[in-house]
């Protein structure tokens, strides 16, 4: 129950899904947590909820997309608790577009919340974590930033995604001298809000669930239980590595 006694973490995205799930799973082990989102209501109420069970947690609203919310909300924690150990680059969106019908403006809005709100993110904890000594910037990809699905038309999200695997491996190494590691996670099918049109056509189900090995679609506690490995201590030698997390999908 105390894989993160201390630590200060920082979810964007965190209001609900897979961010709300790493949340309550990091608030459980220790961790003062910080929900990060747009969604100001669920946030709260993740919150509360965590402070409801024990833990501690707050609420902040942040665009991902926006240098000075960055600034301000991560200023915000170091005044608050006195530093920042975990980030989790959380945050995202999708759009299933094809390329051809896909506007510039879908692709720029894709871009800036998946990508850019990754590296925002980055830029403003880095200052932070290295004054704490160090600390784990976990950031969520998909495994459509390894490879992308056969009869799946989502080019935006899928580059976006890339984009997180790549500037993963380039902040590991660049930060790797000031203790501060950064790994990315690669869920699979998992199911969250942004599962629920595809769960609404039967045939489309069955074969997407045919095609994992493991027959299941994942949920969000399969991932919350890798990202909170990954923030723990108990993977401090770890750093510049990717994680699927997708019932063998991508091992075919």
Avoid at 45 to 69: K, P
Wanted: net charge negative; glycine share 12%.
């Amino acid at each position: 129950m105390n894989r993160l006694a201390g630590k200060i973490s920082l979810i964007s995205g965190g209001a609900r899904g897979q961010g709300a799930a790493e949340a309550e799973l990091f608030a459980r082990e220790g961790a003062i947590v910080v929900i990060a989102d747009i969604l100001d209501n669920e946030g709260e109420r993740v919150a509360s909820d965590i402070n409801g069970a024990g833990g501690e947690a707050t609420y902040i609203h942040l665009d991902v997309t926006q240098e000075l919310a960055w600034a301000t909300s991560v200023r915000e924690v170091v005044d608050r608790y006195g530093g920042l150990n975990v980030l989790v680059n959380n945050a995202g969106i999708n759009n299933s577009s094809s390329i051809e019908a896909l506007t510039v403006s879908e692709w720029n809005r894709v871009m800036d919340v998946n990508l850019k709100g990754v590296f925002l993110g980055t830029k403003f904890a880095i200052p932070a974590m290295r004054r704490s000594g160090g600390g784990s910037i976990v950031n969520i990809s998909s495994t459509a930033g390894m490879v992308a699905n056969p009869g799946v038309t989502m080019s935006a999200y899928v580059a976006s995604k890339g984009g997180v695997r790549l500037i993963t491996k380039a902040t590991a190494i660049e930060l790797a001298g000031d203790n501060i590691r950064c790994n990315s996670v690669h869920p699979g099918i998992i199911q969250t809000e942004m599962l629920q049109e595809m769960m609404a056509n039967d045939e489309l189900v069955a074969k997407r669930l045919g095609s994992i090995p493991l027959g299941r679609f994942g949920t969000v506690r399969d991932v919350a239980l890798l990202v909170l490995f990954l923030a723990s201590d108990e993977s401090n030698y770890i750093t510049g590595s990717e994680f699927t997390v997708d019932g063998g999908l991508t091992a075919q």
